[in-house]
């Protein structure tokens, strides 16, 4: 189980695949479910690029921090930033949410350097095969 830890708070993420002919990209769960629930596209997703999935804090493998102010949008765009920072050394980085999710996708900033983000609807879409993830 690879974690890390952020603010005292250790986090659980996923590596899966070896494709490298394009962008890494991060799935983020929504509220209540963890990374698993991406499991039935890494197949399809892995086959050009590596993807990491992770729990956010307070759900599944990872930490659940007693304090309130442990939580909400800013902590979670954080350890979003952090992440693709240390686990693909780099901000060349797609992400992907659902409906669920997708205001912390699109809040990460991944849109503002790279162009490389699906969130809120785009995610879903995606998901159901109606829209095409950024290259």
Same mark, same amino acid.
Do not use: K
């Given at each position: 189980?690879? $974690? @890390?830890?952020?603010?005292?708070?250790? #986090?659980?993420y996923? #590596?899966?695949?070896?494709?490298?002919?394009?962008?890494? #990209? @991060?799935? $983020?769960?929504?509220?209540?479910? &963890?990374?698993?629930?991406?499991?039935?596209?890494l197949?399809?997703? $892995?086959?050009?690029?590596?993807? +990491?999935?992770?729990?956010?804090? !307070?759900h599944?493998? &990872?930490?659940?921090?007693?304090?309130?102010?442990?939580? !909400? +949008?800013?902590?979670? @765009?954080?350890?979003?930033?952090?992440?693709?920072?240390?686990?693909?050394?780099?901000?060349?980085?797609?992400?992907a949410?659902?409906?669920?999710?997708?205001?912390?996708?699109?809040? &990460? !900033?991944?849109?503002?350097r &790279?162009?490389?983000c699906?969130?809120?609807?785009?995610?879903?879409?995606? @998901?159901?095969?109606?829209?095409?993830?950024?290259r």
């Amino acid at each position: 189980m690879a $974690t @890390l830890e952020r603010d005292g708070v250790q #986090i659980h993420y996923s #590596i899966h695949g070896t494709g490298r002919s394009r962008a890494p #990209i @991060l799935l $983020t769960h929504g509220f209540g479910a &963890s990374g698993a629930m991406w499991d039935p596209n890494l197949e399809a997703l $892995t086959e050009a690029r590596r993807v +990491l999935t992770w729990d956010m804090r !307070g759900h599944a493998r &990872s930490e659940a921090p007693e304090d309130p102010q442990a939580y !909400g +949008l800013e902590q979670t @765009l954080g350890d979003m930033r952090f992440r693709r920072r240390v686990v693909c050394g780099a901000w060349r980085l797609a992400n992907a949410g659902g409906p669920a999710s997708g205001h912390a996708v699109r809040g &990460s !900033g991944c849109h503002r350097r &790279s162009r490389r983000c699906v969130g809120d609807d785009d995610g879903a879409r995606w @998901l159901r095969g109606e829209a095409d993830l950024p290259r």
